[in-house]
C-alpha cells in the first residue's frame, strides 16, 4: 500500500510587534494577549503567521484561503509580507545585542495585496498576513471579535481569533511636526516620466497621501534641486520648482510650479513645509544646482563650482528669498515654512556652515530656519540655534534643558537607540512614540521617505531589489514605501509601526490632559528601572502591550 503523504500547516496569530522571520518560529501569543486596544481615529495591525511541513519528494497542494468574520469587515484590510533583500544589515561598529541579524538575507518588510484571499504556504519557512483595522471605519465602540479561518478545498482546519477593543475617544491631534525626507527625483527616475510632468504630479499626489497617512505633516520642497546625499562634483535630476530668468546681474522668479505643489501639499493634508536647504551638505562650502532661462536657453548657473558666500550666488539670494518670502507669505504659509542652511554641519565645519548662515541672517531673520546636529558645542556656540538633534547625541540638549527640541536618526544611529533598520525588532521601532513623549519632542526628521539612489546619487536603484542604497546604508534606511506598478506607494512593515509609535504619543498627551503629565510619567516607567532614556529603555514586546492596554483603560473609563 502506497504510504500517505505527511503534511502538516501551522498557523500563528501575533500582533504587530513581531518580525516574522522565514528561518525562525514565531512566539505565540497567550489568549490574553489577542487583544487590540485602539481610539477612533487610529489604525490597529496584527498578523497570521503561517509555514507548512510535509515529508515527500513533490510539494504537495500549497494554496489555501484565508477568511475572516467580524461585524467591522469593512474597516479591514489584508495584505501580505512579503521578503526582501537585506545585503547590510548594520554597520558592524553600530552592533549591539538587539538585532534579530547581522549577516545578509531576505527579510519581511513589503506590503502587497492579497489576491482572491489566497495564501501560500512556503515549505520550512515562515511568512506572515498583515492585517490593518482603520477604527475611523468602525460605528460606535465596544469590543468586536475577528474570527480568522483558513480552509483548503472548502474543507475548515484551523481558525482563531482576535479581539478588537475600540475605545469611545478619539485621539487628539498630531501636535508633533513630522518630515521624512521626499525625494521627487527618485520618483520621476524609477517610473521614468518627465519631471513635473502630469504623471509625475500624480504619483507625487500618490506619495504625498501615503505619507500624511501615516503621520507626516512636513514636507521637503524642492525650490532647487536639493543638495543633498549628492557626490560633490555629482548632480542629481533636476526638480526645480521656482523658474528663474535671469538678465546679467538680475533675476526674476516664477512661482507657478511651487505654487501647484503647495496646494497639492495642503490639498493631501500636509501643514508645513520645509524649503530645500539654501547651502551643499557636509560644510555649506557651494551653492545647490540652480537652472535659469538666459537668452532664450535654459542652463546651469550655480553649482559646485559656486562658493557658497561668493558674491553672485549672494546677489542671486539677496533677490530670491525676499521674493519667496513674499510668495510664501501670500500664500498663508510662510509662517508654516522652514528653512534650512546645510544638513549635519560637524565641528571641523562650523566655520563654513557660520559663514554661510550669516550671509542670509538678516534675509531670514523673520524665518524658522534649523538644521540636522549631532555636536552640543556648535549649538552652544550658537552656530546653529534651532537643533535637529540625532537621538544618540541628544542627552545633553536635555540635560541643558533647550528648549523646542527636534530628533532624528539616520544610518549610524544603530546602538542603542531606536531606528528603523530592517535588522532591528519591531518594538525598537515603536519605543521611539514613548520617548518622545517623555521628552516633549516638538518634531521628528528622517532623511528617506523614498530615496531610491545608490549613496551620493550615482545611480538610480531598484528598490525591490536593493534596499541600502547600494551598499551603503543600512538596509531599510533609504525608505520606508515601494513605488507600486500602479504609481501608488506600497507600505512597509517598519512604517506602520512608526505610524504606531505616533499613535502611542497622541494616547500619552490625551491622558495627561486627564491625570497630570506626572501620573502619566509614573504609568510609562511603570515596572522598568533604570529610567527610560533615548538610549536605555524597555526591550520586550509584552511591555508595550501592558502600557497600550493601561492607556485603553484609563482613557475609556
Known sequence: MEKKQYVKYKFVLLDSLEKVMPNKEPSVLENSEKHLYGFKNEKLSFQLAYTMEYDGCEIPLQEVELKFRTQISEAVQIRKVELVPSRLPVYQEQLDEDYLYQEACLCPDLLLPVNNSIIRPVPYQWRSVWFTVDLEHVEGSGDFPIEIQITQNKELFWQDKMYIHVAKEELPKQTLIHTEWFHADCLANYYQVPVFSEAHWEIIGNFVGSAVKHGMNMLLTPVFTPPLDTKEGGERTTVQLVKVRKDQESYTFEFDLLDRWIDLCMQK???????????????????????????????????????ATGREYQQFLQQFLPELKTFLRKKGILEKTYFHISDEPHDKEKETYAAAKESVRELLKDCKVMDA?????????????????CNDCIQPFIDEEVKDLWTYYCCVQGKKVSNRFMAMPLERIRILGIQLYLYDIKGFLHWGFNFYNSQYSLSSINPYLVTDADGGFPSGDPFVVYPAPDRTAYDSIRLEVFAEALYDLRALQKLEKKVGRKQVVSLIQEGYSPKITFCEYPKEESYIRRLRKRLYEELNE
Open 373 to 389: 546636529l549631532s555636536s552640543y558645542d556648535l549649538y552652544k556656540e550658537g552656530i546653529v540655534e534651532n537643533p535637529i538633534v
Open 269 to 307: 493634508g500636509m501643514e508645513y513645509i520645509e524649503i530645500s536647504h539654501l547651502f551643499t551638505q557636509w560644510g555649506a562650502k557651494h551653492a545647490p544646482k540652480v537652472m535659469a532661462w538666459e537668452q532664450g536657453e535654459e542652463k546651469q548657473i550655480f553649482g559646485w563650482d559656486t562658493l
